[in-house]
């Protein structure tokens, strides 16, 4: 039996290979790095699995080594392959490991597959011909961080203007902060827009620009044939975004824009953890 895991800063999500799902809690001992590996290593032996696939939020190499993970910092510096050694394990990002779950699940067909994960921040995965595109060394597709309006504002990572300074959680709310004056969580301020506020739909007017320029670069670089949308922020949106298909075509130069189509994720909260499976099960991957 394999399985897929994905490593947050809250919880360790698993999906089994027979469709079971895991969620355990461990914002209570994220921040001790030594039981926050125990407890990864138990929950990645339990059920002693033949292969596993981690998903990880953070910079991860190709070796397996965590570099840089913002919201687990534990994990920073750490070499996963080899606090798991003993067990068959590939490691990935986590947003590649959703954008292999896409392509393996939903989106077979598709040659060149790119999928932007929009919640907390904002990550991308990318899948050509089949496998996980990571880079020379495990860090391609860091669309979050690149820059959208120089000297705009600041982004989780220290920059300014990224990408993910503005289709974000935190951006959301600091695009309604600056309109309205008002400190709101990103679900609040969506369902005012649902009330028709004037704020709120200015706010994700505002943040649907962000989004689409964003988008138009990666389309104009990549020359996807599938452009997939998801994370909690865009599912808990979707409604209030319009037609972004024909928005974004409409944005784009005509050769790439008539290559794609866009789709919005139907894998929730268990997508990272799912694509994770999906590496497991390949094993030419
Ligand atoms: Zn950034």
């Excluded at 080594?65 to 750490?78: Q, R």
């Excluded at 988008?215 to 044939?225: F, K």
């Excluded at 979707?238 to 974004?248: C, F, I, P, S």
């Excluded at 944005?251 to 799912?274: G, H, K, Q, T």
């Amino acid at each position: 039996m394999r399985k897929g895991v994905d490593i947050g800063g809250s919880f360790i999500k698993v999906y089994w290979e027979d469709g079971r799902r895991e969620k355990h809690y461990i914002r209570d001992i994220s921040k001790d790095r030594e039981l926050f590996l125990q407890r990864i290593r138990e929950i990645v032996f339990e059920g002693y699995p033949s292969s596993v696939g981690i998903a990880v939020a953070g910079f991860t190499s190709l070796e397996g080594v965590v570099y840089k993970s913002p919201n687990i910092p534990a994990l920073n510096g750490v070499n996963l392959k080899d606090i798991l050694k003993g067990i068959n394990v590939k490691v990935i990002n986590d947003v590649s490991a959703g954008a292999f779950g896409e392509w393996f699940y939903d989106h077979r067909e598709s040659r060149v597959l790119l999928f932007v994960a929009v919640g907390t921040g904002l990550g991308a995965g990318l899948v050509v011909n089949g496998k996980p595109f990571l880079g020379a060394c495990g860090s391609a597709l860091e669309l979050g961080h690149h820059t959208i309006l120089l000297g705009g504002e600041r982004c989780s990572c220290g920059r300014l203007g990224c990408w993910e300074a503005y289709c974000s959680s935190y951006g959301l709310e600091r695009i309604y902060k600056n309109l309205s004056g008002e400190d709101l969580k990103d679900y609040q301020i969506i369902q005012r827009a649902k009330e028709r506020e004037t704020y709120a739909l200015e706010a994700v007017a505002s943040f649907k620009r962000f989004l689409l320029v964003g988008l138009m670069n990666a389309v104009h670089i990549l020359n996807p044939d599938r452009v997939v949308l998801g994370g909690g922020l865009i599912d808990a949106m979707k409604d209030l975004l319009g037609n972004l298909e024909a928005d974004l075509k409409a944005l784009c130069e005509s050769l790439p824009a008539e290559c794609f189509s866009l789709n919005f994720s139907s894998c929730a909260e268990y997508c990272m953890a799912r694509g994770a499976l999906a590496l497991a099960l390949m094993d030419d991957i």
